[in-house]
Nanobody
Framework: QVQLVESGGDLVQPGGSLRLSCAAS????????MSWYRQAPGKERELVGS????????MYADSVKGRFTISRDNAKELVYLQMNSLKREDTAVYYC??????????WGKGTLVTVSS
């Protein structure tokens, strides 16, 4: 059974940092491209960034470029989202998504990040 479990969401002040984790199980993690998405209240879900299966390639939305970093540990079946210089507009539920080589996609249930003073 495929499972993706996000953790690390919290209340943080503007300018602060937070690291999210996504623990994967039930599939060959090292073969999956992983992505982070977010959904702010009243808005559509949007792509934050992605990392290739081996971790050698990453891409980011313009809104987070230079502030957020995605990494992964294939041995531990974890993917991370390091968020620095957080802004109020980064407030959202953050989701991780796995995309397997045949195209199957799986989502976690999300973790809430609130940026507020």
């Amino acid at each position: 059974q495929v499972q993706l479990v996000e953790s690390g969401g919290d209340l943080v002040q503007p300018g602060g940092s937070l690291r999210l984790s996504c623990a994967a199980s039930g599939f060959t993690f090292s073969s999956a491209a992983m992505s982070w998405y977010r959904q702010a209240p009243g808005k559509e879900r949007e792509l934050v960034g992605s990392i290739s299966s081996a971790g050698g390639s990453t891409m980011y939305a313009d809104s987070v470029k230079g502030r957020f970093t995605i990494s992964r540990d294939n041995a531990k079946e974890l993917v991370y989202l390091q968020m620095n210089s957080l802004k109020r507009e980064d407030t959202a539920v953050y989701y991780c998504k796995a995309r397997l080589p045949l195209g199957n996609t799986y989502w976690g249930k999300g973790t809430l990040v609130t940026v507020s003073s």
